[in-house]
Nanobody, 125 residues
């Protein structure tokens, strides 16, 4: 069964850090591009970051540049999202997604073939 499972979410104070993990089972992430998306209550799902399958280049939303880092460990079949200097506006359910091929824009949901169930991140004092 093809599956993506996110973990690492939780409650953190403003200025704190969290590391999210996206583990794949039933398939390998080596040749897939992997993105992180988030959806806050009452808002549309938005792209946060993406790591491309070949070359490992990365893309970030302007709102998280300099604070979030996406990386991958092919040996563990896992992609990570390191989130530093968290703000209350980062509160959302975070989803990882994998794409066989990104034809146009990395932050478009329709580019992705597999999705995880999401993990809640809450930034609050």
């Amino acid at each position: 069964q093809l599956q993506l499972v996110e973990s690492g979410g939780g409650l953190v104070q403003p200025g704190g850090s969290l590391r999210l993990s996206c583990a794949a089972s039933g398939f390998t992430l080596d040749y897939l591009s992997v993105g992180w998306f988030r959806q806050a209550p009452g808002k549309e799902r938005e792209g946060v970051a993406c790591i491309v399958s070949r070359g490992g280049s990365t893309n970030y939303a302007d709102s998280v540049k300099g604070r979030f880092t996406i990386s991958r460990d092919n040996a563990k079949n896992t992609v990570y999202l390191q989130m530093n200097s968290l703000k209350p506006e980062d509160t959302a359910v975070y989803y990882c997604a994998a794409a066989k091929w990104i034809a146009t824009l990395w932050d478009r949901q329709y580019e992705y073939d597999y999705w995880g169930q999401g993990t809640q991140v809450t930034v609050s004092s």
